[in-house]
């Protein structure tokens, strides 16, 4: 009986093992599941074996009620150990899912698959809520191991469907008893493999459950970054083209202490990076390789620690628009201001609540890198190309007020070198290092230049050896540079038509020292050899130089400058160059604004200036000398307060024998002539005192020889040959003195215009007045020279007219291009009565033989006249007072005679004629005057001259 018993339960116990409890547990998993979650769970087939309890579970499959697949899985195995249950225990020896497969789905309304199964419950009563939780039973899983399983992902959110694969996926977990929480010997294992070929490693041991510790290590082979890429691709405007993350690193996690939780010996290296951007076919970014070496990272400590960082063979390529936006943060930016708002509010967030992290990098290496910049925004574009870029970096900490050491080295433009070296200190900031730059073109900056002004830099090299330091002192940036300047091969010229403008071979800065805080800047010595100006006077008055800025940059130029000089004196800047040494230097100047085009080229300048300066006091000296054209010389010596030349001024600058032809325009343009030969010497003296000019200008000519008058209308023409001719002595010499004064402080005071004014008005004022100009010259009262006086009828030069002759042929004899003219003069009243009486004393001589006439002998010539002698006696008898008859009637007796004498107008101008040869013939035989200078005018009639004294006109004139 008892048999029987056994033998119906065992029959009945393996019905139900085999085939009820298999459709007992199909039919509750599936109404469990129908119950607490939208959807429907499908289970091909449950096996289970009520003697070693195994359970297999085939072909399950999780649906939503619109039928959408969420998961399946091929097969689940639990083997159970069904003597524990005797221990109080469950023993678990194994849980196996083969081919688990799981899709997620993210939809554009923000909503995933798995939220369609998810059944809104009913808050818990209060009973529930505060009910003690349930105590579990000793578990004991040997393994529990996922094989051949996969996840898909897809989001329909990123303007392309994002998709994503996990497959194979194994995963394994040995080892686990609730009982020794304390301890164990757990592991886990979980490897999985991308669908873009990428791989996930992931191992730990379960050194503890409670608290629970772990320790393992994890690694990722050969990530994709296109495919994560394709995830944010809306968010930003670049494209990782290719590229594949490889890392590895030791992880230990310690719940009861979590200040030991770390991540060691951690290693990631990027390879093969490539960035485009979004619908372009063209490479912005390429990196061989990121090395990220002997990283450990203790997160609950917030510290770091990097052994190294190597950045290897990157190339970047980086433009400008011409709206000067820059491309990579357009490309970096959130696309849209919704979502670049958002992520600006969560860093914003994120900075205020993170806490510093102390971090330590050991070495930085950059090799091997390149950066193109391509700049729009200016016309023409520029492209700067910078590579061969090496930066050396070690000890980075960020632990306050650490330093750390660095070395950088750069290639511009594929010739021009860059390299600094030195240490950084950080909070507060400070730098000390050494900066040099090697044969950097200055060319390529030329479109930059080009924004203001019509200038390019077709050649020169810019060196620099400096020694710098930086620190943050209070609100303000101090910057200190020591060092030497060196530009080599300088060439400037005009971008318009080419023309050369300034060029030098060298400007060396010798020992240079640059400060921020307080501005200034000292230079020892700066040497400029070969230095070359090109100036110019344009057609319309325009110089060259003038007219090289553009309009607009002009007007802001000046407007900056207008308020910098209205800002305080306390960000005033303090200049000191104690020498400048200027050798083997030219200048070219030329002005075709005047009537005859005018080039000069001043060559050979060599010569020093002391003491340059902008600080209030300093005095600087200069001496300078050169060679002007082929045989003329220049110096410029003295002294000048560089800061305020108004203030102080004392130079000499002398010209010696300049070629007078050369600047025949100016004298074409200043009184009509063109000038074919003589030589020029200046030598003109400046001093200035508180504005006050005071100018001593020696202008010396010799030999001048004066050519074409120049015809137009433009032109006012001066008697320049006559002015030359008066200022020029024997030996061909004009010596003019010339000062200057007034005060530069007023608007109308113009220096040059002042010269010339003053120049015409000595020439106007010697051409209108030769006899004053000369009498100032030799010393005499000029108006005596003007005429010569003779007595009435009368060709005799007496001693005061001698001397006058006398002084006029000292004159002509130094003024070698002078003529006398005289005007043959008589006075028709005074020399025909001096003639008539001349031939009355010679009629009575020949009557009497007496050089006196009586009144006898004048009766007899006065009756044989025709004359009434009786008549004229009546006449005085009348008139006469009392004892004077005698001699009022031989008085007029005597004026009757004079007056019937004949005298024509032939004599008296035979008698013009005699005093002009009297004259001749003095000047020319006694006082060695040349004939040449000596010549006649038209005979000259005249009355009323007063004294008996007749004055004949001298005239000063051009031979």
């Not at 060559?603 to 002391?610: A, F, M, S």
Request: charged share 30%; with cysteine.
């Amino acid at each position: 009986m008892y048999k029987k018993i056994l033998g119906v339960a065992f029959i009945l116990y393996t019905l139900f093992g085999f085939i009820l409890l298999p459709l007992i547990i199909k039919s509750q998993i599936e109404d469990i599941a129908a119950q607490e979650t939208n959807s429907k769970l499908y289970i091909d087939d449950v096996y289970f074996n009520p003697f070693n309890f195994k359970i297999q579970l085939s072909g399950i499959v999780l649906e939503t009620l619109e039928k959408e697949q969420i998961a399946s899985l091929d097969m689940l195995l639990i083997d159970l150990e069904p003597h524990s249950l005797f221990m109080a225990a469950l023993h678990i020896k194994s849980v196996i899912f083969q081919r688990p497969q799981i899709s997620i789905s993210h939809y554009k309304n923000g909503l995933f698959n798995f939220s369609k199964i998810i059944k809104e419950r009913a808050d818990e009563p209060a009973d529930e809520v505060n009910k003690e939780p349930l105590r579990l039973p000793r578990v004991i899983f040997d393994t529990l191991m996922v094989d051949n399983g996969s996840v898909s992902y897809e989001d329909f959110n990123p303007s392309s469907k994002f998709e994503l694969t996990l497959t194979p996926i194994s995963f394994k977990l040995t080892d686990i008893d609730t009982k020794d929480i304390a301890s164990s010997d757990a592991s886990l294992r979980f490897n999985t493999a991308l669908s873009d070929g990428g791989e996930v490693a992931f191992r730990g041991d379960v050194l503890s459950l409670s608290p629970l510790k772990l320790e393992g290590n994890l690694k990722l082979d050969a990530v994709k970054l296109y495919t994560n890429w394709k995830y944010i691709q809306d968010k930003t405007g670049i494209e990782i083209a290719d590229g594949a993350i490889y890392m590895s690193a030791d992880y230990y996690l310690n719940l009861d202490d979590l200040n030991a939780t770390k991540i060691d010996n951690a290693n990631l290296r990027l390879a093969n990076l490539r960035v485009k951007p979004q619908a372009k076919n063209e490479d912005i970014l390429k990196l061989l390789a990121l090395n990220v070496d002997g990283v450990i990272v203790k997160p609950m400590m917030q510290d770091v620690y990097v052994k190294s960082i190597e950045l290897e063979q990157l190339s970047a390529e980086i433009k400008r628009d011409k709206e000067g936006k820059i491309d990579w943060i357009g490309y970096l930016q959130p696309q849209t201001p919704a979502l670049e708002e958002k992520v600006s509010q969560k860093e914003t967030n994120t900075a205020e609540k993170s806490a510093k992290w102390n971090t330590k990098i050991d070495d930085v290496s950059l090799k091997n890198i390149a950066v193109i910049l391509h700049d729009k925004s200016i016309e023409p574009s520029v492209k700067i190309t910078l590579d061969k870029i090496e930066l050396y970096a070690k000890n980075i900490s960020s632990k306050e007020g650490s330093r750390f050491t660095y070395d950088m080295a750069l290639r511009v433009n594929g010739k021009g070198g860059i390299r600094s070296k030195g240490d950084i200190k950080h909070t507060p900031l400070e730098q000390k290092g050494s900066l040099e730059l090697k044969k950097i073109a200055l060319k390529d900056f030329t479109p930059y230049l080009q924004e203001a002004a019509y200038i390019k830099i077709d050649d020169g090299a810019l060196n620099i050896v400096a020694k710098t330091a930086y620190k943050q002192k209070d609100a303000k940036d101090d910057i200190r540079v020591d060092g030497n300047l060196k530009i080599d091969d300088f060439l400037l010229n005009e971008s318009r038509d080419g023309a050369k403008l300034a060029s030098f071979k060298t400007a060396d800065i010798k020992s240079f020292s640059f400060k921020s805080d307080p501005n200034s800047l000292q230079i020892d010595e700066l040497l400029l050899d070969s230095l070359y100006v090109d100036a110019v006077i344009n057609r319309d008055k325009s110089m060259n130089f003038s007219k090289l800025a553009k309009e607009s940059q002009s007007k802001e130029a000046a407007k900056k400058e207008e308020q910098t000089q209205s800002k305080d004196g306390k960000d005033s800047f303090a200049f000191n160059l104690l020498k400048l040494r200027i050798t083997n230097s030219s200048a070219h100047f030329a002005d075709y604004s005047l009537p005859i085009d005018f080039k000069t080229f001043i060559h050979d300048l060599n010569g020093e200036i002391h003491a340059i300066s902008n600080v209030k006091g300093e005095v600087s000296d200069i001496d300078i000398d050169g060679v002007v054209d082929e045989y003329g010389s220049t110096k410029l010596k003295g002294s000048l307060n560089s800061s305020d030349v108004k203030s102080y001024l004392d130079i000499d600058f002398n010209f010696k024998n300049l070629d007078l032809s050369s600047v025949s325009g100016y004298s074409a343009e200043f009184a009509g002539y063109k000038i074919d030969k003589g030589k020029l010497f200046l030598d003109l003296k400046y001093n200035i005192e508180n504005s006050e000019l005071k100018s001593k200008n020696s202008i010396i000519i010799r030999n001048i020889e004066l050519g074409d008058t120049i015809e137009d209308e433009n032109i006012t023409k001066l008697p320049l040959g006559f002015a030359i001719a008066l200022l020029e002595d024997k030996d061909g010499v004009i010596d003019i003195d010339l000062p200057i004064e007034g005060n530069i402080d007023k608007p109308d005071f113009k220096y040059g215009a002042l010269i010339v004014k003053t120049l015409a008005n000595l020439i106007v004022k010697a051409v209108a007045s030769p006899f004053k100009f000369l009498g100032a010259m030799m010393g005499i009262d000029a108006e005596k020279l003007k005429t010569l006086e003779f007595e009435a009828g009368e060709a005799i030069l007496l001693p005061p007219q001698r001397e006058k002759l006398d002084n006029l042929a000292d004159i002509l004899v130094k003024k070698p291009k002078l003529s006398l003219a005289l005007t043959s003069t008589f006075d028709k009243e005074l020399d025909l009565r001096a003639l008539k009486a001349k031939k009355l004393d010679q009629k009575v001589f020949e009557i009497s033989k007496e050089e006196h006439p009586t009144t006898k002998v004048l009766q007899k010539i006065y009756a044989k006249a025709g004359g009434d002698v009786d008549g004229l006696k009546e006449s005085i008898e009348k008139s006469a007072k009392e004892g004077m008859f005698d001699i009022e009637y031989k008085k007029a007796l005597y004026e009757r005679c004079v007056d019937i004498q004949n005298v024509d107008r032939s004599e008296l101008e035979d008698l013009a004629n005699t005093r002009a040869d009297a004259v001749q013939t003095y000047l020319s035989a006694t006082k060695g005057v040349d004939a040449k200078a000596l010549h006649r005018k038209d005979i000259k009639e005249i009355s009323g001259s007063k004294s008996d004294v007749i004055s004949s006109e001298l005239e000063i004139e051009l031979k």
